[in-house]
């Protein structure tokens, strides 16, 4: 197994930029790369439909970066008209949006025999169809500025195959290719879409949900014999993101080292 990196330093890769991020509340991509936003200098709005969860993230973020408290605002992105409120309370907040990143997500695993109406739709709800609400309630206001960047969280799934993962997997192949088709569109405005494909990122609610074996499983499948921090995943985004991916559009990166 490969030891971990250390946490690089920050570059000011979004300085003075303003950034909006879905889904992060709790331990995962979302926190982490709220985080590293405000660590490379951006001004940002967290969103998630948890309250406490979505408060104790500001403050931790705040007091792990030493900069202002990160604004917040409640967000179920399975409603548009929720979302449309995010929309407008970012504008207001932050005068303007230079990057969203996408990163709602939801998983489960059961075979497809086994699967309800309910379990597969709510799984593209949250996972695809969130993409689709958040990047058409904001592009407008960045191409209107000729300016911006989005930035989605898809997954090796939408590539790969693993049992009991249709949904997840179909809602992520989906992202994809909503990714790469918006981008299209966008370019026109000077607004980059491009996304990241994580396999296996560990934080606490992975390991809660997930099985020992399981992980085990896909840890052995990784080039390094280990899970990616979130950081390390948050990283890609962030470079995605910034000034420096400038000619990068419609494509998905993959932060992933998996052999098979």
């Known amino acids: 197994m490969t030891l971990t990196p250390q946490y690089p330093p920050a570059r000011d890769l979004l300085k003075g930029k303003t950034v909006v991020v879905t889904a992060a509340a709790g331990t995962g991509i979302g926190y982490a790369v709220a985080k590293r936003a405000v660590e490379e200098g951006a001004q940002v709005l967290i969103s998630d439909f ?9 403050d931790r973020i705040a007091a792990e970066t030493g900069a202002a408290r990160p604004l917040t605002c409640l967000c179920d992105v399975t409603q548009q008209d929720q979302v ?5 309370g970012a504008l207001a ?15 489960g695993e059961v075979p497809v025999v086994d699967m309800t109406d309910d379990q597969w739709h709510r799984v593209l709800d949250v996972t695809l169809n969130s993409v689709f609400r958040m990047t058409r309630a904001f592009l407008p206001a960045m191409q209107e500025r000729k300016t911006g960047a989005i930035v989605n969280n898809a ?3 939408g590539w790969r195959a693993q049992k009991g993962q249709a949904h997840y997997a179909a809602a992520k192949a989906g992202v994809m290719a909503f ?16 996304a990241v494909a994580p396999s296996i990122a560990m934080h606490a609610f992975l390991a809660k949900v997930t099985t020992e074996d399981l992980l085990a499983e896909l840890s052995a499948k990784e080039a390094f014999g280990r899970p ?3 950081w390390e995943v948050a990283n890609a985004m962030i470079f995605l993101a910034s000034d420096l991916a400038s000619y990068m559009t419609g494509e998905v990166l993959s932060v992933s080292s ?3």
């Open 179 to 194: 990714t790469r088709c918006s981008a299209v569109e966008a370019a026109e405005h000077g607004v980059r879409i491009n």
């Open 155 to 157: 997954s090796v799934l």
């Open 228 to 230: 990616a921090e979130v």
């Open 84 to 88: 449309d409120s995010l929309r407008d």
């Open 93 to 107: 907040g932050l005068g303007h949006i230079d990057v969203l990143i996408n990163n709602a997500g939801l998983g």
């Open 258 to 260: 998996q052999r098979a």
């Open 50 to 58: 948890h309250e406490r969860r979505l408060g104790e993230a500001a």
